[in-house]
T-cell receptor
Framework: DGGITQSPKYLFRKEGQNVTLSCEQN?????MYWYRQDPGQGLRLIYY???????QKGDIAEGYSVSREKKESFPLTVTSAQKNPTAFYLC???????????FGEGSRLTVL | GESVGLHLPTLSVQEGDNSIINCAYS??????FIWYKQESGKGPQFIID?????DKRQGQRVTVLLNKTVKHLSLQIAATQPGDSAVYFC????????????FGRGTSLIVHP
């Protein structure tokens, strides 16, 4: 079945460590996105990519990095520079010509 | 940014009632709006959308109303069921090749049996 897959679902990290969250889609979508969600909050855009080998910063890109080497994959690295990384991270994809986003199930990162 | 906002963070209803979730948007140039439903611990799922050339669109048990004059969007759920309990987000986007939706804070809908 077509869909978007995030892994891991739960992740624990010690302060000072970088972690990478995986996001893979087999929907043949051009665009992919990473959002951060904090309790009681909406979705804040971290990074997005509308085409392979190109990506743009969103509203809260500091402390994060991404790559888009393949159309299907858009991994997010949470670096040690991110001051408050504990959150629920959502990856999404879409056709470039529509605004509907298809979301993964999310990855919950907890910094110990 | 919080260019899209919601009036009520929590809405409690009885099973069988109709629910109305409101959303205000700030960008008058936005021309495409989407409602998403997010169940606990999951990613948001598309419910219904509407373009700015329409003022009403109906789906199965859901209706979205758009008032461009006051930049207001609402989601109506008929005969609300316990399975409708979730957080609902509205999102606004701009046409023309750049579709980066802006989400509001969300409204938590609680349906009591």
């Amino acid at each position: 079945d077509g869909g978007i897959t995030q892994s891991p679902k739960y992740l624990f990290r010690k302060e000072g460590q970088n972690v990478t969250l995986s996001c893979e889609q087999n929907l043949n979508h051009d665009a992919m996105y990473w959002y951060r969600q904090d309790p009681g909050q909406g979705l804040r855009l971290i990074y997005y990519s509308q085409i392979v080998n190109d990506f743009q910063k969103g509203d809260i890109a500091e402390g994060y990095s991404v790559s888009r080497e393949k159309k299907e994959s858009f991994p997010l690295t949470v670096t040690s520079a991110q001051k408050n990384p504990t959150a629920f991270y959502l990856c999404a994809s879409s056709w470039r010509q529509t605004g509907e986003l298809f979301f993964g199930e999310g990855s919950r990162l907890t910094v110990l | 940014g919080e260019s899209v906002g919601l009036h009520l963070p929590t809405l409690s209803v009885q099973e069988g009632d109709n629910s109305i979730i409101n959303c205000a948007y700030s960008n008058s140039a936005s021309d495409y709006f989407i409602w998403y439903k997010q169940e606990s611990g999951k990613g948001p799922q598309f419910i219904i959308d509407i373009r700015s050339n329409m003022d009403k669109r109906q789906g199965q048990r859901v209706t979205v109303l758009l008032n461009k004059t006051v930049k207001h969007l609402s989601l109506q759920i008929a005969a609300t069921q316990p399975g409708d309990s979730a957080v609902y987000f509205c999102a606004e986007t701009l046409s023309g090749g750049s579709y980066i939706p802006t989400f509001g804070r969300g409204t938590s809908l609680i349906v009591h049996p």
